[in-house]
């Protein structure tokens, strides 16, 4: 079952534009994206990081 986070997450990131952030200093990461199935703490921050 599908409850819209990602949705909300869309939205909440397209307000922050719109009020000033810049794009390159936002994130959203899919954890449901098949490669990242094997997602562990450092990858996850070298993905930040990036």
Do not use: C, H, W
Not at 9 to 32: K, M, S, Y
Not at 35 to 49: A, F, G, H
């Amino acid at each position: 079952m599908r409850a819209g986070k990602s949705f909300i997450a869309r939205q909440i990131l397209n307000r922050l534009i719109e009020n000033g952030v810049n794009p390159v200093d936002t994130l959203i990461i899919r954890f449901d994206d098949k490669r990242l199935i094997n997602l562990n703490y450092e990858l996850l921050l070298k993905m930040y990081n990036l």
